[in-house]
């Protein structure tokens, strides 16, 4: 099926977003940033989504569109979406927009498919899920395809916790921890590029390795594969006792993501399957980044 895109759009140059803009055709892509991006040799325009303004945003015709950037945290809703919505000129024929598995709110660890009930337990993930319900009624009125990539904790180089486990931070207990849900950034990445070909079929799809191993194990294996001793463990109790409301929200949450339509429709082989496998080439990658540097 030969595809009617000639443009690729990424708004939102963070760690994501910056990576699958250098993955696309040069010739063929733009980013958009609210702040300047050195490290990228992509040509980004800056908008200011968090302005009062109705000036126009121009994209490219038959562009496809990734929408990264994260709502600010002053709503209930997401105001840089609306403001860019209402600006964008002419409706892009695609929009792929990252969200999170948040949305889901705590299944108590069950399997957990895109058809599953949305009921989000944290403001977070309720801006999040305010930002899909915008984007649908917005993609209908358009007749704009619209594809919702419902994330989890995303790893990679610069993304492994290093920090916090030189500090020494207690992690919970295996007996009390949960099952993760995590993806490596590369993966991702061809994830969000495969979403904005418009050979797929839209719709919602949950994005993760698969590799239902707790967080307190990746912490474990991180430190463990970096050589830095094993963080302490506390119980769920203790943690209540002494964590931020934020910290203890994710705690609270269980779910275990079925990635069987990221497969079997979305059609993406993933490289980091095994989360152990993925943190050992992110940890090779920060190497080369500090030798490169």
């Not at 889901?104 to 949305?118: A, F, H, Q």
């Not at 916790?161 to 992690?171: H, S, T, Y």
């Not at 943190?279 to 920060?286: D, F």
Request: proline residues 6%.
């Amino acid at each position: 099926m030969p595809s009617n895109l000639s443009h690729f759009v990424v708004a939102g140059t963070g760690y994501t977003g910056l990576r699958v803009l250098n993955a696309l055709p040069a010739d063929r892509s733009l980013g958009m940033s609210r702040a300047a991006v050195a490290s990228s040799q992509r040509k980004i325009r800056i908008v200011d989504l968090d302005a009062s303004s109705t000036q126009e945003i121009s994209l490219p015709g038959h562009c496809a569109l990734l929408y990264s950037v994260p709502p600010a945290r002053d709503s209930k809703e997401d105001k840089r979406l609306a403001s860019f919505l209402a600006r964008i000129q002419p409706a892009p024929l695609r929009i792929v927009y990252l969200s999170t598995s948040g949305v889901y709110g705590d299944r108590r660890g069950k399997l957990t498919r895109e058809s599953d009930p949305v009921i989000p337990c944290t403001d977070r993930a309720r801006r999040r899920l305010a930002a899909e319900q915008l984007l649908v009624q917005w993609c209908q009125h358009a007749a704009c395809e619209l594809m919702l990539l419902r994330v989890p904790a995303i790893y990679g180089p610069g993304r492994l916790g290093l920090e916090r486990l030189k500090n020494a931070a207690p992690i919970i207990r295996e007996a009390d921890a949960g099952p993760g849900n995590r993806i490596h950034v590369d993966d991702l990445v061809t994830c969000c590029i495969a979403a904005m070909t418009d050979t797929t079929p839209p719709g919602i799809y949950n994005i993760a390795d698969g590799d239902g191993r707790s967080n307190s194990w990746f912490r474990r294996t991180v430190a463990d594969l970096a050589g830095l001793p094993a963080p302490p463990e506390i119980s769920f109790e203790e943690a209540e006792r002494t964590w931020s409301e934020t910290r203890l929200s994710f705690l609270r949450e269980s779910r275990q993501l079925d990635t069987e339509k990221l497969r079997s429709v979305l059609k993406v082989q993933l490289r980091y399957t095994n989360a152990e496998e993925g943190i050992r080439a992110s940890l090779a990658a920060e190497c080369d980044q500090r030798d490169s540097g």
